[in-house]
Nanobody, 119 residues
Protein backbone atom coordinates (compact mmCIF):
# COMPACT_ATOMS: atom_id res chain seq x y z
CA UNK A 1 0.00 0.00 0.00
CA UNK A 2 0.99 3.60 -0.59
CA UNK A 3 0.03 6.63 1.46
CA UNK A 4 0.18 10.16 0.07
CA UNK A 5 -0.11 13.27 2.21
CA UNK A 6 -0.48 16.66 0.54
CA UNK A 7 0.12 20.08 2.05
CA UNK A 8 0.51 23.69 0.99
CA UNK A 9 -2.89 24.65 -0.34
CA UNK A 10 -4.67 27.84 0.61
CA UNK A 11 -6.30 31.05 -0.54
CA UNK A 12 -4.33 33.46 -2.69
CA UNK A 13 -5.06 36.44 -4.90
CA UNK A 14 -4.69 36.22 -8.65
CA UNK A 15 -1.05 36.64 -9.59
CA UNK A 16 0.14 35.09 -6.36
CA UNK A 17 2.05 31.90 -5.69
CA UNK A 18 1.64 28.69 -3.76
CA UNK A 19 3.86 25.65 -3.27
CA UNK A 20 2.30 22.24 -2.82
CA UNK A 21 4.07 19.25 -1.33
CA UNK A 22 3.19 15.57 -1.31
CA UNK A 23 5.01 12.99 0.78
CA UNK A 24 4.66 9.36 -0.20
CA UNK A 25 5.24 6.36 2.06
CA UNK A 26 4.73 2.64 1.87
CA UNK A 27 5.50 0.33 -1.02
CA UNK A 28 7.05 2.68 -3.56
CA UNK A 29 8.70 1.03 -6.53
CA UNK A 30 11.93 2.36 -7.98
CA UNK A 31 10.25 3.03 -11.31
CA UNK A 32 7.40 5.40 -10.74
CA UNK A 33 5.76 8.62 -11.74
CA UNK A 34 4.49 11.25 -9.35
CA UNK A 35 2.33 14.20 -10.09
CA UNK A 36 -0.66 16.40 -9.49
CA UNK A 37 -4.16 16.53 -10.78
CA UNK A 38 -6.94 18.95 -9.90
CA UNK A 39 -10.68 19.02 -9.78
CA UNK A 40 -12.77 22.14 -9.85
CA UNK A 41 -16.42 22.14 -8.72
CA UNK A 42 -18.64 20.71 -11.42
CA UNK A 43 -15.73 19.80 -13.66
CA UNK A 44 -13.84 16.66 -14.49
CA UNK A 45 -10.55 15.88 -12.84
CA UNK A 46 -7.63 16.93 -15.03
CA UNK A 47 -3.95 16.11 -14.87
CA UNK A 48 -1.78 19.14 -14.15
CA UNK A 49 1.79 17.85 -14.16
CA UNK A 50 3.71 14.59 -13.95
CA UNK A 51 7.35 13.80 -13.29
CA UNK A 52 9.18 10.50 -13.62
CA UNK A 53 11.73 9.21 -11.13
CA UNK A 54 14.35 10.26 -13.68
CA UNK A 55 13.12 13.84 -13.56
CA UNK A 56 11.32 14.03 -16.88
CA UNK A 57 8.31 16.32 -16.50
CA UNK A 58 5.32 17.25 -18.54
CA UNK A 59 2.51 19.73 -18.00
CA UNK A 60 -0.94 20.48 -19.25
CA UNK A 61 -0.86 23.36 -21.69
CA UNK A 62 -2.68 25.87 -19.50
CA UNK A 63 -0.04 25.78 -16.73
CA UNK A 64 3.12 25.71 -18.82
CA UNK A 65 5.45 28.55 -17.90
CA UNK A 66 3.63 29.15 -14.59
CA UNK A 67 3.88 25.84 -12.71
CA UNK A 68 7.00 23.82 -11.99
CA UNK A 69 6.96 20.24 -10.75
CA UNK A 70 9.95 18.76 -8.96
CA UNK A 71 10.72 15.83 -6.70
CA UNK A 72 13.08 14.60 -4.04
CA UNK A 73 13.56 10.90 -4.67
CA UNK A 74 15.38 10.35 -1.38
CA UNK A 75 12.32 11.61 0.50
CA UNK A 76 9.69 10.32 -1.92
CA UNK A 77 8.27 13.80 -2.11
CA UNK A 78 6.91 15.74 -5.04
CA UNK A 79 6.41 19.50 -5.19
CA UNK A 80 4.37 21.83 -7.33
CA UNK A 81 5.44 25.46 -7.46
CA UNK A 82 2.54 27.50 -8.77
CA UNK A 83 3.20 31.07 -9.88
CA UNK A 84 1.03 33.68 -11.58
CA UNK A 85 -2.06 31.91 -10.30
CA UNK A 86 -5.39 32.54 -12.01
CA UNK A 87 -8.94 32.08 -10.72
CA UNK A 88 -9.32 29.16 -13.13
CA UNK A 89 -6.57 27.34 -11.21
CA UNK A 90 -8.97 26.98 -8.28
CA UNK A 91 -9.75 23.43 -7.23
CA UNK A 92 -8.76 20.49 -5.11
CA UNK A 93 -5.25 19.40 -6.00
CA UNK A 94 -4.60 15.71 -5.61
CA UNK A 95 -1.25 14.01 -5.54
CA UNK A 96 -0.81 10.85 -7.57
CA UNK A 97 1.83 8.16 -7.53
CA UNK A 98 1.99 5.63 -10.34
CA UNK A 99 4.01 2.53 -9.46
CA UNK A 100 5.30 0.67 -12.48
CA UNK A 101 4.81 -3.05 -11.92
CA UNK A 102 4.09 -6.13 -14.02
CA UNK A 103 4.12 -4.19 -17.26
CA UNK A 104 1.71 -1.51 -16.15
CA UNK A 105 1.01 1.20 -13.63
CA UNK A 106 -0.89 1.06 -10.34
CA UNK A 107 -2.26 4.44 -9.30
CA UNK A 108 -2.46 5.79 -5.77
CA UNK A 109 -4.14 9.05 -4.82
CA UNK A 110 -3.91 11.46 -1.94
CA UNK A 111 -6.87 13.11 -0.23
CA UNK A 112 -6.25 16.46 -1.85
CA UNK A 113 -5.51 20.00 -0.78
CA UNK A 114 -7.71 22.98 -1.61
CA UNK A 115 -6.38 25.83 -3.72
CA UNK A 116 -8.53 28.93 -4.10
CA UNK A 117 -7.51 31.88 -6.26
CA UNK A 118 -9.52 35.07 -5.92
CA UNK A 119 -9.81 37.63 -8.69
Amino acid sequence: QVQLVESGGGLVQAGGSLRLSCAASGMIFSSNIMGWSRQAPGKQREMVALITNYGYANYRESVKGRFTISRDNAKNTVFLQMNSLKPEDTGVYLCILKNYESGGYSDYWGQGTQVAVSS
